[in-house]
Every structure is written in C-alpha cells, then in structure tokens.
C-alpha cells in the first residue's frame, strides 16, 4: 500500500514536499516514480528514483526544481517540490515497480499506485 500525503494549495514560487509511505513490503527492491495527472490531461511522469537511490531522473518541465529522494529506512519516498508554478497544478501520484524495469518514465511501468495528493498553485 503507498499513501501520498504534502499536496496543499500554495502560490507561486512557494515549495511542498510530498511523502509516499510505502507499507506491506519488508525489501527495499524496488524503483519508484512520481506522476501528476490534471484536469482532462494524461498521467504525465514528473520523477523516479532507482532502488538504492543512487539514480533519479526528472522530467524536463521540473529539472532543477524539483528533488525525489528515499528513505528505505522508513519505506518512504520524497518529492521536494520548489519554486512552484501554476502549471505544476495535478494530483500527484507516486508508484512502485518491484521489477525494476528500466523504463521508469512509463506509467505501465509501475505495479502498485498511491491514491493520490492534490497540489495546487496559485499566480
């Protein structure tokens, strides 16, 4: 089970962290990804962090803002969000692959989903 939490309403320029806790799993082997998905668009990948956390990957429109990183002591994953945009406004979805499929930038990719956080920034 993955359960988001750290979405809110914040402006412009403002920053959010979002937490995915992970439980029911006693290893650590597995990739996870971070996707938003807004109003009348498709889930679109944000970010991904591989199993040991030695690698994360960012999709263009976030690069340099936002931060995924793990705590496989705690089973959770983070996104520090930064220098927030309106048109980062979408439910924030994190996912798990134990697979460790390369393909990280695809949802299909991913087994198991969050329930998802809504974040929404205003200008």
């Known amino acids: 089970q993955l359960v988001e939490s750290g979405g809110g309403l914040v402006q412009a320029g403002d920053s959010l962290k979002l937490s995915c806790t992970i439980s029911?799993?006693?290893?650590?082997?597995?990739?996870m990804g971070w996707f938003r998905q807004a109003p009348g668009k498709g889930r679109e990948f944000v970010a991904s962090i591989t199993w040991r956390g030695g690698a994360d990957f960012y999709e263009d429109s976030v690069k340099g803002r936002f931060t995924c990183s793990r705590d496989n002591a705690k089973n959770t994953v983070y996104l520090q969000m930064n220098s927030l945009k309106p048109e980062d406004t979408a439910v924030y979805y994190c996912?798990?692959?134990?697979?460790?499929?390369?393909?990280?930038?695809?949802?299909?990719?991913?087994?198991?989903w969050g329930q998802g956080t809504q974040v929404t920034v205003s200008s």
């Open positions: 029911g799993r006693t290893s650590d082997n597995y990739n």
């Open positions: 996912a798990q692959d134990p697979t460790l499929n390369l393909r990280m930038r695809v949802p299909e990719t991913y087994q198991y």
